[in-house]
C-alpha cells in the first residue's frame, strides 16, 4: 500500500530536481523492488550516465537484467563493476550465474569461488559451487561444498538503499519470502517453496516477482491451472515481461492450448527478440502442427541468437530432413560440428546424418575422431552408438554388434544403443537373447511402446506367445498406452490359440478401447475381428461390412481381399484372419 505514494513521492523530486542521481536512484530502486523490472533498469542507466563509477547502481542493473533474462546486458554491468573494483563479490555472484546459466561450468566455478573468497559467510556459494562441481565431474569437492551449503547471498555496499530501508529491508517483508522459497525450491521443496511464494503473493500482492515465482514452483508439482492463474496475475501486473508470457505459453502447451500457448509466445518474442527459449519452444509447438517452415524459422532465430547452441544445430537439422531438405541439413551439422570440435553430442549427430546419407566413410571417420576426443566414458558411448548404427546401414552386423556392446560397457544408461543391439539380436534370429534385451530395456523406458512392440513380435517369432502377452500387456496397464498398443494386443488375444495367452473377452475390451481413442479403419477391422472371437457373429459382419464400405479405394488390393474373406469368415460363423505382421 505505501509503495505507490512512495512512487509519486519520488518522481515528484526527480522531477524537481532532474540532475540530482540521489533521487532516480531512489526511484529506481523502489521500481526494482515493486517488480517495475524495465523502468527499474532505465532509472539505474540514468544514475550511470550521472556517476560513471556508481558502483551499486551497476550491481542492482545487472541484478534487474539478470531477472529479465537478459544475459548479455546482466554480464556487461557485472564486468563494469569488476573494473571499478575487481574483488566485489556481488559482482562476481552476478558472473558466476550467468556463466551457469550459459553452460560454461569452469568460468562459474571460478567466479563463485572468487566471490566466496571475499566474502566466505555467504554460504549459499558453497551449493552454487556445489553442483557446478557437480556438472565438471569433480564430485568430491562437489560433495566437499554441499555439506557446507546455506541461504546468505553475497552482498554489497549501498548506502543509499540503507538510508530509504533503515538497513533491514533486504532481509524483511517480501524477501525473507521469496529468498526462503528460492532456497526450497533449489532443494526440490516444491511444496515448502508454495508456501513461501504464496505468502510473498499475500504480503505484496501488487510485486509481479512473487506471483511468477509462484507460477514457477506449481508448475513443476504439476499444477498447470494454478501455474496459468500466478502467471496471468504476473502479467496483469508487469505487462513488460517477455519471460512471463513464456512461462505462461509453456503452461498453456502442459494444458493442451496450443492456439493461445502461441499466442502468449509470439508475445514474448514480439516483446523481446532476443528471447531464446520463447524461439525454441515455438519451433517444438510449430513443429507439433506440423507447421515446419514456421519451425525452421524460429530455430534460425535462436542459432542467430546462440550460433554454438548443439542442441539447437540438432533439433534444426531434424526439421530440414523433415522437409525433404538433406543437404541443408548436413551443412549446418558441419558448421555446427566445426565450432564443437570437441563435443561428441554434435559429432555423433553428424556422423549419423552421414551414415543416412550412405556416406559411411566420412560417418565412420567423424565417429572415430568423436571417440578419440571424448573424455568421459558417456561420450564415448554416444559415439560408439554412431558407430555401430553407420555399420548396421552399411550391413556389417557383426561390426554393428559389437559397437553397440562397446557402447553399453561404456554407458549402461545408453538405452538407445540397448534398443539397437536388440534389434541385431532379433534379426540375426537369436530371439531369446532379444527379448532379454528387449526386457532389460523396458525396465529402463517403459513407455517405449516401439521397444514394447518390437519385444512382443520377437517373442511371437520365438514361439513364446505367452511372453509376448506378458510384454504387451505390461503396457496396455499403463494410463498413456496408445490406440496402436491396445489394437495389436487385441489381435493377439483374439487370434493365438494357446491357452495361456487366448482370452477373447479382454481382447474385445483392448480394442473397443483403441476404437473409442482412434476410429481408424484398421481399428475397427480389430474390433470385428474380437466380435467374432466372442461368438458374436452378426455384429461382426455388420461392422466388416461397414469396415469394407470405408476401406474401398484407401487401401490396397491384398488388404482388401483379406478383409473380404474375413467377412465371409463371419457370414460362415467362423473366426477371423490377420496376416502375422498386422499382429
Not at 288 to 294: A, Q, S, Y
Not at 460 to 478: F, H, M, Q, S
Amino acid at each position: 500500500g505505501l509503495l505507490i505514494p512512495a512512487e509519486a513521492a519520488f518522481t515528484n523530486a526527480v522531477q524537481l530536481a532532474p540532475d540530482d542521481s540521489r533521487w532516480i536512484y531512489f526511484l529506481a530502486l523502489l521500481r526494482e523492488f515493486d517488480g517495475k523490472l524495465e523502468p527499474a533498469a532505465a532509472g539505474f542507466e540514468q544514475v550511470l550516465e550521472l556517476r560513471p563509477d556508481d558502483m551499486p547502481a551497476m550491481i542492482h542493473l545487472g541484478n534487474v537484467r539478470f531477472e529479465q533474462a537478459r544475459l548479455e546486458d546482466a554480464r556487461a554491468a557485472y564486468e563494469m563493476a569488476l573494473a571499478v573494483d575487481p574483488e566485489s563479490a556481488a559482482a562476481h555472484y552476478g558472473l558466476g550465474r550467468i556463466s551457469s546459466a550459459a553452460g560454461d561450468d569452469a568460468a562459474a566455478a571460478m567466479h563463485f569461488e572468487q566471490a566466496l573468497a571475499e566474502q566466505p559467510y555467504a554460504d549459499r556459494l558453497n551449493y552454487l559451487l556445489g553442483l557446478t562441481y557437480r556438472n565438471l565431474g569433480d564430485l568430491e569437492k562437489a560433495q566437499a561444498y554441499l555439506e557446507k551449503r546455506g541461504s546468505a547471498e553475497p552482498g554489497f555496499d549501498d548506502p543509499l538503499f540503507d538510508e530509504i530501508s533503515g538497513g533491514r529491508a533486504r532481509i524483511g517483508g517480501l524477501w525473507t519470502n521469496m529468498n526462503a522459497g528460492s532456497q526450497a525450491y533449489i532443494d526440490g521443496d516444491y511444496e515448502r517453496a508454495i508456501d513461501e511464494f504464496r505468502a510473498a503473493t499475500a504480503n505484496h500482492p501488487d510485486d509481479p516477482r512473487s506471483w511468477r515465482s509462484l507460477g514457477m514452483a506449481l508448475k513443476v508439482m504439476g499444477d498447470y491451472e494454478g501455474a496459468r492463474s500466478a502467471y496471468e496475475r504476473a502479467i496483469e501486473l508487469d505487462e513488460s515481461s517477455a519471460v512471463d508470457y513464456r512461462d505462461l505459453g509453456l503452461v498453456l502447451i502442459g494444458l493442451g492450448e496450443i492456439e493461445s500457448a502461441e499466442d502468449q509466445l509470439l508475445k514474448a518474442v514480439e516483446l523481446d527478440p532476443q528471447l531464446l527459449p520463447a524461439h525454441a519452444a515455438l519451433a517444438k509447438l510449430m513443429i507439433g502442427t506440423g507447421r515446419l517452415d514456421e519451425a525452421l524459422r524460429h530455430y534460425d532465430a535462436a542459432i542467430e541468437i546462440d550460433p554454438l547452441s548443439v542442441d539447437l544445430a540438432i533439433s534444426r537439422a531434424e526439421v530440414l530432413v523433415a522437409m525433404n531438405r538433406s543437404g541443408e541439413a548436413l551443412e549446418g551439422l558441419a558448421s555446427a560440428s566445426a565450432a564443437n570440435p570437441l563435443d561428441t553430442t554434435i559429432s555423433a549427430a553428424y556422423g549419423l546424418m552421414l551414415a543416412d546419407a550412405d556416406r559411411a566413410d566420412e560417418a565412420l571417420t567423424v565417429l572415430g575422431k568423436a571417440f578419440d576426443t571424448a573424455t568421459t566414458d558417456v561420450e564415448r558411448g554416444k559415439a560408439q552408438y554412431g558407430i555401430g548404427r553407420t555399420h548396421l546401414a552399411s550391413g556389417d552386423i557383426t561390426a554393428a554388434f559389437e559397437a553397440f556392446e562397446k557402447a553399453l560397457q561404456l554407458n549402461p544408461e545408453n538405452n538407445a544403443a540397448r534398443l539397437e543391439l536388440a534389434r541385431v539380436f532379433a534379426r540375426t534370429q537369436n530371439y531369446a537373447a532379444a527379448i532379454g534385451t528387449y526386457d532389460s530395456l523396458l525396465e529402463r523406458t517403459p513407455e517405449n511402446e516401439k521397444a514394447r512392440t518390437e519385444a512382443a513380435t520377437a517373442a511371437v517369432l520365438a514361439r513364446r506367445a505367452p511372453d509376448a502377452r506378458r510384454i504387451l500387456e505390461e503396457g496396455t496397464a499403463r494410463d498413456d498406452a496408445s490406440p496402436q498398443l491396445l489394437a495389436m494386443t487385441a489381435r493377439l488375444m483374439a487370434i493365438v490359440r494357446n491357452p495361456q495367452v487366448r482370452d477373447p473377452q479382454r481382447a474385445l475390451e483392448y480394442a473397443l478401447r483403441a476404437l473409442e481413442m482412434s476410429r481408424t479403419i484398421s481399428n475397427a477391422e480389430t474390433v470385428a475381428l474380437c466380435l467374432a472371437a466372442v461368438g458374436r457373429f452378426e455384429e461382426a459382419v455388420e461392422l466388416q461390412t461397414q469396415v469394407l464400405d470405408e476401406a474401398q479405394g484407401r487401401v490396397g488390393a491384398e488388404t482388401e481381399a483379406r478383409m473380404t474373406d474375413n467377412l465371409s469368415r463371419y457370414r460362415a460363423r467362423t473366426p477371423g484372419r490377420l496376416p502375422l505382421e498386422s499382429s
